[in-house]
């Protein structure tokens, strides 16, 4: 099963210095048919205005990974954790038995970004973030594991689920095939360009859920930057 779910479609909200799509129900946003996908919770599309950001506010239990967009993100944490990622690159935060945190743009341009939230496996725990850079041409034709709490992917930054954040960049023309496995749930946005997943187009922050298949192919239809969760 794959079903496209248009970026025109979602639900969001305007704050003025935040404009906010979300693939799943997310606070002022419900829908009973969206409350996640396996055990990812919230994928939210944000646009976040120059020199504003999301004030300190707590987290428990979550698995919250930023995908950068365009811009950067400077997040500071009560553990004492600073730091600022910038486009193409990804934060991690293991909000454990809780953690109070921030994230600002503090550049001079609009920042966009994926935030995504997986349930953990197991509730508590002590609170972590980290960040590292992914360059894009280290993922030109091929999948490369980002945030993941699935042995064998070393080199992404750990998470405390059953699940695992991709990402790709193709090239128009170019394809290429995941093996998600019976039982699994995948969720793929184009952050860029336009792809064909097993044939169903997907645009520019469209979405597609996937499900019940051993694999599938995803053919860029135009030059294109795609994010994948798979989860349990």
């Known amino acids: ?11 969001g909200a305007d704050h003025g210095w935040l404009k906010a799509k979300h693939h799943f129900s997310f606070a002022g946003y ?6 996640g996908w396996g055990n990812l919770r919230v994928w939210n599309d944000d646009e976040i205005a120059a020199q504003s950001g999301f004030p300190p506010h ?19 944490d009560s553990l004492g954790n ?20 921030a994230e600002y743009n503090l550049e001079n341009e609009t920042t966009r970004i994926f935030q995504i939230w997986i349930l953990p496996t197991r509730r ?31 080199d992404a930054l750990p998470i ?15 394809a290429v095939r995941y093996d998600l496995g019976a039982g699994r749930h995948a969720y793929l946005v184009a952050a860029a360009g336009s792809v064909e997943v097993d044939g169903v187009r997907i645009d ?4 597609a859920a996937i499900r019940d298949v051993d694999a599938f192919a995803v053919t860029a239809l135009a030059d294109a930057e795609v994010v994948l969760v798979d989860s349990a």
């Open 124 to 154: 508590g725990g002590e609170p972590s973030w980290g960040a590292r850079p992914f360059p894009k041409g280290d993922r030109s034709g091929r999948f490369v594991a980002l945030a993941s709490g699935i042995a064998g992917d070393g």
């Open 82 to 101: 600073e730091g600022r990622t910038a486009a193409g690159d990804v934060q991690v935060m293991s909000a454990g038995s809780g953690i109070q945190h």
């Open 58 to 76: 707590p987290h428990a239990d979550m698995e919250i990974i930023t995908y950068v967009r365009d811009g950067a993100i400077t997040h500071r």
């Open 160 to 174: 405390r689920t059953d699940a695992r954040v991709l990402g790709a960049t193709l090239k128009a023309g170019e």
């Open 204 to 207: 520019a922050r469209d979405g």
């Open 1 to 11: 099963m794959i079903e496209r779910r248009p970026f025109n479609q979602l639900g």
């Open 30 to 35: 419900h829908d009973a048919g969206r409350m």
